[in-house]
């Protein structure tokens, strides 16, 4: 099991710092080179830059929770949420279609969603 993680290109987890203009603030966002790639693959399907993106997202994430407290985390979460909804079919593997031009609402009904904590893993061995 391990050698499929561990064969990874060390690469994919060094750490970049990105400068990111938040509303004319700059800031500056420390991600893995992976979630920074997938960032891009998010960005590039609706015509838009990784600053670009990453505005949207907090501009969203702010008029939906108010504040933000880790933004880092934020963006990581949405990678994984990104990769897990290609794999459950609800975000096409055709990058061709734009996220925008998706339902929301059938999108997350794709997601799979455990009932508790460590239910992916309970949900399997059931």
């Known amino acids: ?4 993680f561990i064969s990874a290109d060390p690469h994919l987890y060094d750490c970049r710092v990105r400068s990111v203009r938040l509303h004319g603030v700059a800031t500056s966002i420390r991600l893995e080179n992976l979630f920074w790639n997938v960032l891009a693959d998010i960005a590039t399907r ?3 830059s990784v600053p670009q993106l990453c505005t949207k997202l ?3 994430l702010v ?6 407290d880790n933004f880092a985390s934020f963006l ?6 990104y990769l897990a909804l290609q ?10 279609i734009p ?12 997601e799979h969603r455990p009932l508790h904590s460590g ?7 059931a």
């Open 87 to 96: 794999l459950s079919g609800g975000i096409p593997q055709d990058v061709r």
């Open 1 to 4: 099991m391990c050698q499929v």
């Open 46 to 48: 609706d015509g838009m």
């Open 99 to 110: 996220i925008s031009s998706l339902n929301a609402q059938r999108v997350l009904a794709t």
């Open 119 to 125: 239910g992916a893993l309970q949900a399997r061995a």
């Open 58 to 60: 907090y501009d969203e």
């Open 76 to 81: 990581r979460v949405c990678c994984g949420r």
């Open 63 to 68: 008029q939906e929770r108010g504040e933000v």
